[in-house]
């Protein structure tokens, strides 16, 4: 079906997409609980200018399903829209040059992040936003919380409150806490942010590097 409505779309408002791909995936909104993301538009290599850009186009199946599951569900129509809303991103991408470099810097400090190399910790506002306090940077979800009593965060991911142990120390340091144990995960991380807090008497101190660890969440009651 969605190479039947592919081949719909006129060649103009194609250019640059290397690709349309169904995935199996499913991706639960990181706040609704009765949202899914059902596709997504990828931006791949380009050359400094925007008209040179390449993506790729993710309709993810699963995502689909789960909606279906809900109720009512035309799938032909939702289909067509959420392609072309993806093919529309396609060409703000193209136009908006700005936006592509900074989500490629964001893109390069992720990967240091999961290589354990030193990274910039405000790299993931520079992705796309999803929600309130919330971004993405390629399959990984960052959500800003705070340290709450006895070193705990509490957080919602999918309409379900949730909470993880957060280790305690320099309060300056900004914390990366990659979650596990949520009940619809992403296909990538999703990693809660502890931002760092300095004051005007630490100005003229360095401020310690960000600091990467895992939790594995509990329902909060």
């Not at 939702?78 to 989500?103: C, G, M, P």
């Not at 300056?172 to 931002?195: C, H, K, N, Q, T």
Request: hydrophobic share 40%.
């Amino acid at each position: 079906m969605v190479e039947r409505l592919h081949r719909e779309i006129p060649p103009e408002f194609q250019g640059g997409v290397v690709e349309v791909e169904v995935s199996r995936h499913t991706v639960p909104h990181p706040l609704r609980g009765d949202v899914y993301t059902l596709g997504e538009c990828i931006p791949l290599e380009w050359s400094g200018s925007g008209t040179d850009l390449q993506s790729r186009v993710v309709l993810y199946h699963g995502s689909f399903q789960a909606l279906a599951r809900l109720g009512e569900f035309d799938w032909r129509a939702e289909a067509w829209e959420t392609l072309t809303h993806e093919l529309r991103h396609h060409l703000e991408w193209q136009a908006d040059v700005a936006s592509l470099e900074a989500y490629d810097w964001a893109a390069e400090q992720n990967f240091a992040r999961h290589e354990g190399a030193l990274f910039d910790p405000v790299f993931y506002r520079n992705g796309e936003v999803v929600g309130p306090g919330v971004w993405k940077v390629e399959d990984d979800l960052f959500m800003e919380a705070s340290a709450g009593v006895g070193a705990e965060a509490e957080f919602t991911w999918h309409g379900r409150r949730y909470r993880v142990p957060v280790a305690g120390g320099d309060r300056r340091r900004w914390r990366f806490v990659s979650v596990a144990g949520l009940a619809e995960p992403p296909p990538g991380d999703v990693v809660l942010v502890i931002p760092g807090r300095a004051s005007m008497f630490d100005l003229l101190r360095r401020a310690p590097g960000p600091e990467s660890s895992e939790a594995v969440a509990e329902r909060v009651p």
